[in-house]
């Protein structure tokens, strides 16, 4: 292995309440009754689009036809405002530290914005043991193809781990290993359904794959 992507949100730290809270506020906002979250975890299986055609299906669907910038102000507003309930995943910054000491490339790959996750990373002292980040990226299986040709890694040499069905889907279109991490928020099945090479509980795990 030459090249380890991770993903941020739900994967190096646990905000996946934050997350769900931040959807929530949205409908509340709106004024329109929000899905649960079996109906959201539905429109995200059964949809293999992109990241913004799944959210305004998902908000369309429900009567919210404001521009998606607009929905996405609130979805921030609201994570920024919780930004301080948000702690590490369990053994995050050991499994960098390990993977740093194998001379293992780090890459971050997120669709969070620059301004929220750089002081998350910050925060925790995470952010020096990447490589190369990569904020609001909505297309991961092309960084992904970009992150290889940069390190000069393979795709067999090349592994991304995240918890969410389009981290899986990204790892496959790029050929990468996929790594699903099972933090709780998605639903075991819907991730196993995207068959990853591994699948893990624990981020320490990743030391012993």
Known sequence: ?????????GTLVDDSAIV????????????????TQEEYHREFERNSS???EIYASLYASRGITAPIHDI?????????DAMHAIEPSVGAKRVLEKLLERNLKLHLLTMTPSNLGIPLLQKFDMLDYFHWTEFRSFNKAKELKKFMKAAHACPHETCMIGDAPS????????GVISIAYLNSFWPEKIMLAEKPRYAINRLEELLTL
């Open 50 to 52: 992109g990241y913004k």
């Open 72 to 80: 996405e102000k609130i979805f921030f507003s609201h994570y920024t």
């Open 1 to 9: 292995m030459k090249l380890v992507v991770f993903d941020l949100n």
């Open 167 to 174: 981290d899986m889907r990204a790892a496959k279109v790029a």
């Open 20 to 35: 769900w809270g931040g959807v929530l506020e949205i409908f509340r906002h709106y004024e329109k009754k929000p899905p």
